[in-house]
């Protein structure tokens, strides 16, 4: 699974979402004009995720989710939550779900969830604890996984 990578796991969740809309239609339970609200939604999942990003690369440390990090990040969105990436692509689905306007598109907002929160911070979290050690637990006792 280190080969899926969260920002393609994203992209793959988008896409089954405008899948299974496209596939079976059933009747919408966010009717347009209203729907439109998820655009807002997507613009700011995006914008909270390039603005992380652009963090990352301002710290010089790793962004990737299976490579060591060199530093420990705790300003910035990072106050809020410990995963605001991850916060970002999940607000981003929502506002794709929302846009769709139908119901079963649902089920490609939360399988991301589940995937993220069972498997992606774990997976980083264990390696954050291992890294910086109590530094890490010291802010993981402070601020919230999602927010």
Not at 19 to 34: A, S, T, V
Not at 128 to 141: A, L, P, Q
Request: one cysteine or more; aromatic letters at 14%.
């Amino acid at each position: 699974m280190k080969k899926l990578i969260p920002p393609i796991l994203f992209l793959i969740c988008i896409a089954a979402m405008i899948f299974i809309k496209n596939l079976i239609i059933i009747q919408e339970i966010i009717p347009r004009p209203f729907n439109y609200i998820g655009i807002l939604f997507i613009l700011t999942g995006l914008i909270m995720t390039i603005k992380v990003r652009k963090q990352f690369d301002k710290s010089h440390t790793e962004i990737h989710t299976f490579k060591k990090p060199r530093k420990l990040i705790t300003n910035g969105l990072f106050k809020v939550s410990r995963n605001p990436i991850y916060l970002g692509f999940t607000i981003s689905l929502l506002g794709v779900w929302v846009f769709l306007g139908t119901l079963l598109p649902v089920v490609g907002f939360l399988f991301f969830i589940l995937v993220t929160n069972n498997y992606y911070i774990p997976f980083e979290e264990d390696s954050m604890e291992r890294i910086f050690g109590t530094e890490y637990k010291n802010y993981k006792s402070k601020v919230r996984r999602w927010i």
